[in-house]
């Protein structure tokens, strides 16, 4: 048959090769386009259905009353980190065993990386930030640096707040499995401190050398 044939179906319609893979070029495109803008409405949809519930949240950091809207999920640790840019608290093992993450709320050390920050309105919370500056140190940080105790150093900051909480644990009488009565006692053992300190882990191996700068600040004996 003569495609020509004007009685044919389509007469008078002629379309070359490319002509032909242009127009079907173009229709792929616009479905995918399509299906693009789809996928987009979609993901927009549910973001704004999904966004995940927040709070405000207001507390005093290092003698600084600070206000925050975080994610209920958020960890004390992550805003600390993330949201206000103290990264003197270390983030370890994120599972409460290393201790690196420290830091002291309402006078007790806490891991920070169990705790969210929303269960914290209206506390008092203290990093290694606030217990001394490069030019005015802590004394358990001058003992830290007197004795060396440390090494990678990336433990030190919840190793310092930990004892220092702790040292304030054993100036309350608040006993151990070590020593039951401490109010009887005038002095601090080491036994005691690597009791007290065991959930602040050093893998650098300091151990001797963090009770050493404990004792010198408790004035206990060895």
Request: with cysteine.
């Amino acid at each position: 048959m003569n495609s020509r044939n004007p009685t044919a179906p389509g007469a008078g319609i002629e379309l070359s090769r490319r002509q032909m893979l242009i127009g079907t070029a173009g229709t792929a495109v616009t479905a995918v386009l399509a299906k693009v803008d789809n996928a987009r409405a979609t993901s927009n949809t549910k973001t704004a259905a999904q966004s995940p519930p927040g709070n405000h949240v207001t507390f005093t950091l290092n003698g600084r009353r600070v206000a925050l809207e975080v994610d209920n999920r958020t960890t004390l640790l992550d805003a600390l980190r993330e949201r206000l840019h103290l990264t003197g608290s270390k983030k370890g093992c994120d599972h409460g065993q290393c201790g690196a993450c420290t830091v002291i709320v309402e006078g007790r050390r806490i891991n920070s990386c169990l705790t969210l920050a929303v269960m914290h309105e209206g506390e008092s919370i203290t990093t290694i930030e606030g217990l001394g500056t490069p030019n005015n140190l802590h004394p358990l940080q001058s003992a830290f640096i007197k004795h060396d105790g440390y090494q990678c150093g990336y433990c030190t900051p919840g190793q310092i707040c930990s004892a220092v909480a702790m040292l304030d644990e054993i100036k309350a009488g608040i006993p151990s499995h070590v020593s039951s009565d401490l109010i009887a006692s005038s002095t601090v053992t080491a036994a005691e401190i690597r009791e007290r300190m065991s959930g602040n882990i050093c893998r650098c191996g300091a151990y001797s050398n963090i009770v050493d700068a404990i004792q010198e600040i408790a004035g206990g004996e060895a």
